[in-house]
């Protein structure tokens, strides 16, 4: 039994010490208004942080901007991410090569395809500019630069759905689709009745881990467009690094990635019932 | 002239094939784009008509950025720190799923439990109260202060992934070394670790990756210019010099290089690894 605790111990006390001390942390912090300097005592504020979320303009212009990223992201990647997975799940040539060049952008680290994507999308010498014959100014507006960050995360998350729909539809046992032609279903219908509800629960998990991904954009923002111009284009997580970083604002900061964390975990929970097969129960 | 007509299934084929072909081309594009950009010199990196191969190709960037601009430096010190990571978070993770799967004892429940919270949280939540943290232990500025944080970071999930798969290592083959008088620390080193290497090869690759990309916290901590890692190093480049796109790039794709790399080589315990993550979560 000592053996048990000796196994455990050195992982887990460093993972005590690193994430379950600061998620403890997180919330006290954001009571404060924490001074960073050594010596100079915190004020205690109770709730004030929050209050102050709920009437700050830029915050609620960061939600609708996160809410509207993750609206716009979470369906595209499901719908083509399933697309390619059904369109991979057959015998074709170069399965694997297909396979590996959709994934590529998921390995590729968010730096680089997020300045790649500032570059492809500059009004000037851009490449989708000069594609699409047009000239318009991507990243000089609100929507159209969060059109382009949106377009970038769908491109580099297609990947990883379509990998775990591809998984989940070859789990699908053949004995049911072939019962399915021989009830003289054409393909849509197989798939509608055969394979979507049988990778049900993977759509679900897939969407809830997209639907997390989507409200925890950051590093393209704040890479792109800064939340610039004038703050226009900041989510909340660039809202809240720039608050605790640049501003030193630690209370605030804090109490704004708590107010995330929040939003997340009511949301995830909202589509676990959501997504619970009818007569499943309720407990 | 007769028109060919292909059969039903082989229609289906091709079409599919369209699709895909289509597909991966936007895939592509942009790392093409960003290669050919790579080579060119920076009084054509804005050029209109575009070239996507470039007329006069030049391996300045390459130079200028490797030696002139440090990326040498920088490409060391994310060796070191994803190396670091990587084994530091595998053992750890490796023992404490071990503890998980083979032992009970009071607190285990609860243990785990904790762990799933770590799977919970989002990290960025706890960047401000890391921070504080980092501070506290003189981990600001160092990369120990990245390996340490990494670790932490990285230990829910593996040990997670860990556990389902020591589980279903048949007790038996260690019933028959515990009757040869192996202790437990034999048996996990000379039965399950060696049992488990596809499950130890997938962790490892996440947390190898995860930690050579990351740049939130990398950012937040380290300020010293001699101790940054790639991403930290090809953000700040561009910020600097806004323009010098060829650099950037060139840059990037020295730092996208081990990672494809690494991709290519482990695929299917990559594909593996996703999908059982999924499947079974």
């Not at chain 1, 591809?166 to 072939?178: C, H, N, Y």
């Amino acid at each position: 039994m000592l053996w048990a605790y000796a196994f455990a111990a050195p992982g887990f006390v460093l993972f005590a010490l690193v994430i379950l001390y600061p998620v403890a942390r997180a919330f006290q912090i954001s009571l404060y208004n924490w001074s960073i300097v050594p010596g100079s005592a915190s004020t205690w504020l109770g709730l004030h942080n929050y209050g102050r979320a709920l009437h700050d303009p830029i915050f609620w212009r960061s939600l609708v901007n996160t809410g509207f990223y993750m609206a716009v992201t979470t369906p595209a990647q499901i719908v083509l991410g399933l697309g390619a997975a059904v369109l991979l799940d057959a015998r074709i040539p170069a399965r694997g090569l297909f396979r590996a060049l959709f994934y590529l952008p998921v390995v590729t680290s968010w730096v680089v395809v997020s300045l790649l994507f500032r570059y492809l999308f500059m009004t000037d010498g851009g490449l989708v500019n000069w594609l699409t014959g047009q000239h318009v100014d991507w990243l000089g507006g609100r929507w159209t630069a969060l059109a382009t960050i949106s377009i970038l995360g769908v491109w580099k998350g297609i990947g990883w759905s379509m990998v775990i729909f591809l998984a989940a539809l070859q789990g699908v046992p053949v004995e049911l689709k072939e019962a399915a032609i021989v009830d003289g279903a054409g393909p849509w219908a197989r798939f509608r009745a055969v394979s979507l509800p049988a990778i049900r629960p993977v759509v679900a998990f897939v969407t809830i881990m997209l639907v997390i991904g989507g409200f925890n954009v950051f590093t393209s923002v704040f890479l792109i467009t800064g939340g610039g111009p004038l703050d226009e284009t900041q989510v909340l997580l660039t809202y809240m690094y720039r608050q605790a970083f640049t501003f030193l604002d630690f209370g605030y900061g804090a109490s704004l990635s708590f107010i995330l964390t929040l939003i997340v975990f009511v949301l995830s929970l909202a589509q676990l019932r959501l997504f619970r097969r009818p007569g499943e129960g309720t407990a | 002239m007769t028109a060919i007509v292909l059969p039903r299934a082989q229609r289906v084929v091709a079409l599919r094939l369209v699709l895909l072909l289509a597909g991966a081309a936007v895939m592509v594009l942009p790392f093409a784009w960003m290669l050919a950009t790579s080579f060119k010199p920076d009084s054509l990196v804005l050029q209109v008509p575009p070239q996507l191969i470039p007329h006069h190709p030049t391996v300045a960037n390459y130079t200028g950025a490797w030696s002139s601009n440090d990326f040498g430096r920088y490409f060391l010190n994310s060796v070191i720190v994803a190396l670091g990571t990587t084994v530091a978070a595998v053992l750890l993770s490796a023992m404490m799923a071990y503890s998980f799967a083979r032992f009970v004892y009071p607190g285990r429940t609860l243990l785990f439990g904790l762990l799933l919270v770590g799977l919970m949280v989002p990290t960025m939540m706890l960047l401000v109260p890391q921070f504080l943290l980092a501070k506290q232990l003189l981990l600001l500025n160092s990369l120990w202060g990245l390996v340490v944080f990494y670790t932490g970071g990285n230990l829910a999930l593996n040990t997670f992934l860990l556990r389902n798969f020591f589980v279903d290592i048949p007790r038996e083959l260690e019933e028959a070394m515990v009757v040869d008088g192996a202790g437990p620390w034999k048996r996990f080193w000379r039965l399950i670790l060696p049992l488990s290497r596809p499950a130890l090869a997938t962790v490892a690759i996440f947390t190898f990756l995860g930690s050579w990309d990351e740049f939130v916290w990398a950012l937040t901590i380290i300020n010293d210019p001699s101790k940054r890692t790639l991403p930290i190093a090809i953000a700040l480049f561009q910020g600097q010099h806004a323009t010098s796109w060829g650099l950037v790039f060139a840059a990037s794709v020295i730092a996208v290089v081990p990672v494809i790399a690494v991709f290519a080589i482990f695929q299917r315990q990559f594909v593996s690894g996703l999908a059982t993550g999924a499947l079974k979560g």
